[in-house]
């Protein structure tokens, strides 16, 4: 491994006045066209569509037909070992003696309309079922190339012949092999996904984060786990924190069914994937849960001096560190907030939450890691 470390100042390089602002999901499945569709009116510009069954990447969306994932797939397991070739299941069960008219004789129609011009998009997927761990650890794969998994269907109809569901490989080996694939050196990474829904231990959490510095995070707001009531994880989030690890915070929403909650505004200096997948590696962006309605004009920390702006006035504005709520500021757009030297170790962290009742939205900053 021959990375840089989570970065403990997030937004320490952003120009606030130029930036870019870009609404993307690190976490979001995309299954048809109408929900393709919905994502766009909802205002998605940076898609990073994270699909299972298989887990391969949509992307890019133009070249998705279908049925793709019926016809070949870029990599496999076969009796639980990591195949790094392609299959194609019509010549598969050809070879075999299956009955072939199971499968389609071809790729269909494009599965989703043109994206509008300018949409951005990278490669990503979910991956789950991993052999050391229970079913709940699912991973995404934000710009990485990595195929596992299986269609269902091609699944059942191949049972017998050692190929199964998942990515039945320890966890640890399965995270090498997205961070093998990713289409940038310096861009994207890991997220762990829900971790209160998947009841994920802090300590196998800091596991994770330990095992390579492109785990970027944690979802600390997850939209479908939400109805579960189990969605929100920022108590998990300031637990890892005050280990002294950097860990980035998620807005997602996983699977939609009606309004698209849970976002990432990027912070880009230019509107690329590139630059998306850069600003989701450095940490330059700040959750949101509708992407409107409020959002920061600037997060400043001089190393003393932590200081940052809302759009609007009438907010609750939460500083988080080490010791819980350090600071809030109620009804109010700024927060300032001096850290003395000798205070440094007793807050190990600062990381703004704001909230504006009158439009239901909020926004998670980034932490500043103080050591
Ligand atoms: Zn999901």
Known sequence: MNTAERNRNPYANVDWQKVHRVQGSTHAH????????SYIEQGMEFATFSNYYPSTPTWPIREIYENDSRLKQASYFRNRKFVDEELDFRKFFAEHGLDVSQLPTDRGERKYPDPPEGFMEAPNAEHAWFSD????????SVGSMLTTNMDKKNAG???????????????????????????IPDGGGITINHPNWSHLPTKDICDMLDHDPRVLGIEVFSNDAD????GQAEPVWDAVLSTGRQCFGFCV????????????????DERTPEACLRAYREGRFYGAVLGKGLSFDFIHWDGENFHAR?????????????????EEYFKS?????????????KHGFLRLTAFCEATGE???AQPIMLD
């Open 362 to 364: 909020k926004l998670y």
């Open 157 to 183: 109809l191949l049972k017998e012949y050692g190929f199964e569901l998942g990515c039945p490989i320890p966890w640890r080996e399965a995270f090498d092999l997205m961070l093998d694939k990713l289409i």
């Open 253 to 268: 929403q996983d699977h939609l069914h009606n309004q698209w909650k849970g976002r990432s505004i990027l912070l880009v």
């Open 133 to 140: 761990y229970n079913v709940y650890l699912h991973i995404c």
């Open 333 to 345: 757009s700024e927060a300032h907030f001096t850290v003395k030297p000798e205070d440094r170790a």
């Open 310 to 326: 809302c759009d609007r006035g009438g907010c609750l504005l939460q500083l988080m560190s080490k010791v819980g709520v350090a």
């Open 30 to 37: 995309c299954q048809n066209a109408d929900i393709f569709k």
């Open 227 to 230: 109805e579960s009531y189990s």
